[in-house]
T-cell receptor, first 112, second 113 residues
Framework: GAGVSQSPRYKVAKRGQDVALRCDPI?????LFWYQQALGQGPEFLTY????????KSGLPSDRFFAERPEGSVSTLKIQRTQQEDSAVYLC??????????FGQGTRLTVV | DAKTTQPTSMDCAEGRAANLPCNHS???????VYWYRQIHSQGPQYIIH???NNETNEMASLIITEDRKSSTLILPHATLRDTAVYYC??????????????FGTGTQLKVEL
């Protein structure tokens, strides 16, 4: 596809359940970012990959959050033992090494 | 990265120019001004960026004051589809990638008939 694709678009999880969110970046984009957006707020940075290397994970809120990009393309954001405060939209963005970021539509996670 | 201040919301009549202000009084000499927008239920979309000169592209114009402490994003002929949250971001651009964005709460622009 032409853009960044994220799946699923919506996810409802029971508190304590593990979830996995997928991001398919634009083909050839070296950089991949994950952001978290709470209702009514701007997106907040979670983590950054350059190819398969996770170079910055300073924004991950706890050790329940884990991201990977094993082959330098598709990325997965995993949240273990979900809590209500994890409810948010999770946005993925990709870019060339130096260039503007293109965002996906996001995955809306609701923890009940 | 320097902090920015934007109005919470603005209204604009369709067909008129929308002028969105941003204050960034603590901007450093090597920080760029970026604008993104986010239409409801979509991811943010890049609009334009600049360092100190005014910039124009097919989407908008960016006017940066001479002292670089403020800027204005101009949508010359706003349409209903321009209704969105507009984010002004200032940041250093490092070579070698990893240039994450620090979003604030932005300006909710509502374009009306």
């Amino acid at each position: 596809g032409a853009g960044v694709s994220q799946s699923p678009r919506y996810k409802v999880a029971k508190r304590g359940q593990d979830v996995a969110l997928r991001c398919d970046p634009i083909s050839g984009h070296v950089s991949l970012f994950w952001y978290q957006q709470a209702l009514g707020q701007g997106p907040e940075f979670l983590t950054y990959f350059q190819n398969e290397a996770q170079l910055d994970k300073s924004g991950l809120p706890s050790d329940r959050f884990f991201a990977e990009r094993p082959e330098g393309s598709v990325s997965t954001l995993k949240i273990q033992r979900t809590q209500q405060e994890d409810s948010a939209v999770y946005l993925c963005a990709s870019s060339p090494l130096e260039g503007e970021a293109f965002f996906g539509q996001g995955t809306r996670l609701t923890v009940v | 990265d320097a902090k920015t201040t934007q109005p919470t919301s603005m209204d604009c009549a369709e067909g008129r120019a929308a002028n969105l202000p941003c204050n960034h009084s603590t901007i450093s000499g090597n920080e760029y001004v970026y604008w993104y927008r986010q239409i409801h239920s979509q991811g943010p979309q890049y609009i334009i960026h600049g360092l100190k000169n005014n910039e124009t592209n097919e989407m908008a114009s960016l006017i940066i004051t001479e002292d670089r402490k403020s800027s204005t994003l101009i949508l010359p002929h706003a349409t209903l589809r321009d209704t969105a949250v507009y984010y002004c971001i200032v940041r250093v651009v490092f070579t070698g990638g990893g240039n994450k964005l620090t979003f604030g709460t932005g300006t909710q622009l509502k374009v009306e008939l």
